[in-house]
């Protein structure tokens, strides 16, 4: 438990520096926006890019791992969306519930914890869980709610604007930029490559900043966002690593060592993500701030006592 907590620690401290400087004037209103935008358009494209750029095929091929996880994520993901639309939610909110409810912060605590618990092994899972998280989860809530936005309801009207939203979307155009490099096998220049680490490197320590100042921001809570909350975060460290082990070991057999490490991975809480589309298309983030709290929190105990039980000594 105190690895894990090692680990979840710097998280809540950024979020409490975000905080702090919000609360006592450091940072202004606009702040939570202004840092969240910096991290879409700029620092999150460059780790996306730069994670697609250099991942190869002979990686990414376990197609077993790729599909216990990815079922598992949207086994998370398509009931929330239903339940929150049958609820009367508007698709664009909905599909910002549904990402948060599973949406594992493989990034972040993914890659320490999956070196702690299972070593260097644990490198080529964490990447392939990543790039399907960060790529094509994000990628299915934007689409969604670029279609929620759109007030054309021609079909080949509407299909046009979402691609055209789409295209200009820095979020999806730069892994499909980085694949495409990748096809190339041309290397970047050294310069190139510091001015993407450097840029990246941004990414997860100031959405976290991001998303303490905007818990700082006083607001009325949407009514019933403390118990969907609650849900979403159930959902999270419960639900879906349940159900990516059934996948994992029942459906697709793949070894023990990768069904743990499946497991891991779907059990970690809420990344930043779902709180950087929000703020992005100016949705209502308090579900979603909320979720990425109860659920950090709630994993120094989930994930502890799921290493503890798969013999994992941390």
């Excluded at 939203?165 to 930029?177: D, T």
């Excluded at 993500?273 to 659920?295: D, K």
Aim: with cysteine; net charge positive.
């Amino acid at each position: 438990m105190l690895a894990t907590l090692e680990i979840l620690l710097p998280v809540f401290g950024l979020i409490f520096a975000g905080f702090a400087c919000r609360r006592r004037g450091v940072l202004g209103p606009n702040s939570a926006s202004e840092l969240n935008r910096f991290v879409v358009w700029l620092a999150l494209p460059a780790l996306l890019f730069d994670t697609m750029a250099h991942a190869t095929w002979q990686q990414l091929y376990q197609p077993a791992f790729v599909a216990a996880f990815s079922i598992g994520c949207l086994g998370a993901f398509l009931p929330i969306l239903a339940m929150r639309m049958i609820g009367g939610r508007h698709l664009a909110d909905a599909s910002v519930d549904a990402i948060a409810a599973s949406y594992p912060n493989t990034g972040y605590i993914g890659f320490p914890l999956g070196m702690i618990a299972f070593g260097s092994a644990s490198l080529t899972p964490t990447t392939i869980a990543t790039i399907l998280v960060a790529c094509v989860l994000f990628a299915l809530a934007i689409v969604l709610i670029e279609i929620g936005l759109q007030t054309e309801r021609t079909p080949h009207k509407l299909g046009l604007k979402v691609l055209g939203s789409l295209a200009r979307n820095p979020l999806i155009v730069s892994p499909i930029l980085g694949v495409l490099l990748a096809s190339t096998h041309v290397a970047l220049p050294q310069s190139a490559e510091t001015f993407l680490k450097l840029l990246s490197g941004a990414a997860s320590p100031c959405a976290l900043v991001s998303l303490g100042l905007f818990l700082a921001e006083k607001r009325p809570s949407e009514a019933g966002a403390g118990g969907i909350s609650l849900l979403l975060t159930g959902v999270k460290l419960v639900g879906q690593p349940a159900l990516t082990w059934w996948l994992a070991a029942r459906v697709f057999g793949l070894s023990s060592t990768l069904v743990e490490m499946a497991v891991v991975l779907a059990a970690l809480p809420t990344g930043t993500g779902p709180f950087m589309l929000a703020e992005f298309y100016r949705r209502e983030a308090h579900i979603t701030s909320r979720t990425i709290l109860l659920s950090t929190v709630g994993s120094i105990v989930t994930l502890s006592l799921l290493l503890l039980v798969m013999g994992h000594r941390t």
